[in-house]
Nanobody
Framework: QVQLVESGGGLVQPGESLRLSCAAS????????LGWYRQAPGEQRELVAT???????IYADSVKGRFSISRDNAENTVALEMNSLKAEDTAVYYC????????WGRGTQVTVSS
């Protein structure tokens, strides 16, 4: 059974940084695309960043230059380093993995507020 478990969410002030991590289990993920999505109140779930098995990353325009995604295939983890956080980054952040099927974590809350 594939499981994705996020950690690292919390409350931060605008301009601060936060690192999210996702631990994957139940499969071998070295060939999976991994990523992060988020859902703000009243909004659709949206792509934040994805990273391919070879390390190629795609970012939403809203986070380019501020966020960085990385993966550790040996540890089956994917991380999201979030810098210069803004109030509009407030959302539940979901870990994502895809091969033939797609899998989701349960989410971790990130709140950016002064």
């Amino acid at each position: 059974q594939v499981q994705l478990v996020e950690s690292g969410g919390g409350l931060v002030q605008p301009g601060e940084s936060l690192r999210l991590s996702c631990a994957a289990s139940g499969s071998t993920f070295n060939t999976y695309t991994l990523g992060w999505y988020r859902q703000a109140p009243g909004e659709q779930r949206e792509l934040v960043a994805t990273i391919a098995p070879g390390g190629r990353a795609i970012y939403a325009d809203s986070v380019k230059g501020r966020f960085s995604i990385s993966r550790d295939n040996a540890e089956n983890t994917v991380a999201l380093e979030m810098n210069s956080l803004k109030a509009e980054d407030t959302a539940v952040y979901y870990c994502y993995a895809r091969s033939w099927s797609s899998y989701w974590g349960r989410g971790t809350q990130v709140t950016v507020s002064s």
